[in-house]
């Protein structure tokens, strides 16, 4: 009895490596422009642009890497409810405001990419709460990250200006 529960737990082991998600991927395009992007991997690798507002669009674009903890947090939000609309590519039947294009894609660690898409309009009460719930908590626990990013820019590109406008001061006589 004790060979047979070891196997299933070895099969089950196994089971759970093959179902392990590397990689998020989400994009959200409103009007035809880019609102939001991420991809994130298991290793901490980010690639981030926007903050998904449809109010204002962010142009900015980072690349770079964050604690992996990071990426088991939006991990362990990947629910069931979730994965079921993986395979599935739905279009609100009558969407109400700006056209919305959201995908979300997961990679595998035995290889597979599961993705599922969605277009509904910025006034439609679509797609279902488990998918926007899943995109509201990936841009949340990447944001301190986004911000820092950000700030960093900021702080760039305040030195840059300040450095060539010491660079033409008028030397004391």
């Known amino acids: 009895m004790s060979e047979r529960t070891e196997l299933v737990r070895a099969q089950r082991a196994i089971e759970a490596e093959e179902q392990a998600i590397l990689g998020v991927l989400v994009m959200l395009e ?22 998904g507002s449809i109010e204002k669009l962010e142009r900015d674009r980072f690349i770079g890497s964050v604690d992996p903890d990071v990426f088991r947090e939006v991990a362990g939000r990947v629910s069931p409810g979730l994965l079921s609309w993986c395979g599935q590519s739905r279009s ?35 797609p279902p709460e488990e998918v926007l719930g899943f995109v509201e908590d990936v841009v949340r626990a990447t944001e301190p990250w986004y911000r820092e990013q950000k700030n960093q820019l900021q702080m760039q590109t305040r030195r840059a200006e300040y450095e060539w406008w010491q660079f033409f001061s008028v030397p004391s006589a």
């Open 30 to 51: 409103v009007g035809g422009r880019q609102a939001f992007l991420l991809r994130l991997g298991a290793d901490g690798t980010i690639h981030r642009l926007g903050d």
């Open 92 to 126: 609100h039947p009558a969407p109400r405001g700006e056209i919305c294009d959201l995908v979300i894609a997961f990679k595998h660690s035995d290889g597979r990419e599961r993705t599922t898409a969605w277009r509904y309009g910025t006034h439609s009460k679509w």
